[in-house]
């Protein structure tokens, strides 16, 4: 697999920065129990966590007695994920993209696509990546999706952000928000302990509901709806978004 942009964050750097600061609100054990629940599939079931970055709900999911698959296209996030999953028969590992995935048709019974993984790739990335999902689910089977929406930015968008991590370094980002294209590019900076930096700049498609709805029923789910939590909250520009997209059955 050929090495391109995005791999430049999704490797030490996002161990370092994102997984070391962790996130508020649920626990990644809550969170992959709740989407798993959503999705209507009960322990046993065949689950996809695409992409699935250091294992954070995939491995919780397998504890729980779920046959989860873990792909990601970053070789450090899943040397990572397979140190902290141990040896037992799940999840197990797969790199590769998922725009392509390298399952054959109807192979799982969920689909799950946590923590704004959407909007790196452009539209088209994107649906190429809701259709890969659609193809390897069973029939009646569901993704679900849970991310940033375009409302939700707009209401709390910061252009810069100073967060101390763990290891005595420092996070910071400035940011700068397209509201009409819905796009917005960060300076993500890392300085360590001893004052030495590195910074990446990305950009990320943020979607609206409508857009997001627009584009799973594109890919060919039948059935489309929209939530403000995996618990099946209302959604509102105070809530993060959460997409359950069905597949015919």
């Known amino acids: 697999m050929e090495r391109d942009e995005w791999d430049e964050l999704f490797d030490e750097l996002y161990l370092r920065t994102y997984a070391s600061a962790g996130r508020g609100g649920e626990s990644p054990e809550e969170q992959a129990l709740a989407a798993a629940r959503l999705a209507g599939c009960e ?3 065949g689950v996809l966590d695409a992409p699935c970055g250091y294992g954070r709900h995939s491995i919780p999911l397998a504890r729980e007695g779920y046959r989860v ?3 990601d296209r970053s070789p450090v996030l899943l040397a990572e994920a397979e140190r902290l999953g141990g040896s037992g028969e799940w999840p197990r590992w797969v790199h590769g993209d998922h725009r392509e995935l390298p399952f054959p048709d109807e192979s799982f019974d969920a689909c799950l696509c946590l923590f704004t993984s959407l909007g790196y790739r452009g539209e088209e990335g994107d649906l190429q990546t ?3 999902f659609r193809r ?3 029939p009646g089977r569901a993704l679900v999706i849970e991310t940033m929406h375009r ?3 707009a209401r709390i968008f910061q252009s810069r952000t100073w967060e101390p991590l763990p290891d005595g370094a ?3 980002e400035e940011r700068r928000f397209d509201r009409a294209a819905g796009i917005i590019e960060t300076d993500h900076g890392f300085i360590d302990a001893d004052g030495r930096k590195r910074s990446v ?3 990320v498609r943020c979607y609206a509901a409508t857009e997001l709805v627009r584009l ?3 890919a060919g789910f039948a059935e489309v709806e929209c939530f403000g939590g995996l618990q099946g909250e209302e959604l509102t520009s105070d809530t993060r978004l959460v997409v359950l997209a069905r597949r015919r059955p």
């Open 43 to 45: 322990p046993g079931a």
């Open 216 to 218: 799973a029923r594109a």
């Open 151 to 153: 409302d939700r930015l």
């Open 201 to 203: 700049t990305y950009r």
């Open 130 to 132: 809701l259709s890969e």
């Open 136 to 138: 390897v689910l069973r």
């Open 170 to 172: 420092t996070l910071v």
């Open 69 to 71: 698959v873990g792909l």
